[in-house]
Nanobody, 114 residues
Framework: QVQLVESGGGLVQAGGSLRLSCAAT????????MGWYRQAPGKQRDWVAS???????NYADSVKGRFAISRDNAKNTVYLQMNSLKPEDTAVYYC????????WGQGTQVTVSS
């Protein structure tokens, strides 16, 4: 089974940028749709963005125009470029299939200060 490890989070000022990475232990080329989710303190885990095997993308309204998801099947990695970050983007970010069916990893913490 494919396992996923998230990285790239950190502390950033509002308006700043981060790029998250999701490294898979195995090939993701056969997985039709991968995505990012996030869970803010006291909130449910929400879907953020998804990308199909051939590159089609979808975004939650809250991040549309600011975030960009991409995948590199040769590197078995999914990315999330986050620009114009806002304090409300503060959350633990996770990757998984969309819909999800793999075990959740530890995620990577993104903290946006005002």
């Amino acid at each position: 089974q494919v396992q996923l490890v998230e990285s790239g989070g950190g502390l950033v000022q509002a308006g700043g940028s981060l790029r998250l990475s999701c490294a898979a232990t195995g090939s993701i080329s056969s997985i039709n749709r991968m995505g990012w989710y996030r869970q803010a303190p006291g909130k449910q885990r929400d879907w953020v963005a998804s990308i199909g095997g051939r590159g089609s993308t979808n975004y939650a309204d809250s991040v549309k125009g600011r975030f960009a998801i991409s995948r590199d099947n040769a590197k078995n990695t999914v990315y999330l470029q986050m620009n114009s970050l806002k304090p409300e983007d503060t959350a633990v970010y996770y990757c998984n299939t969309v819909p999800y069916y793999l075990p959740w990893g530890q995620g990577t913490q993104v903290t946006v200060s005002s």
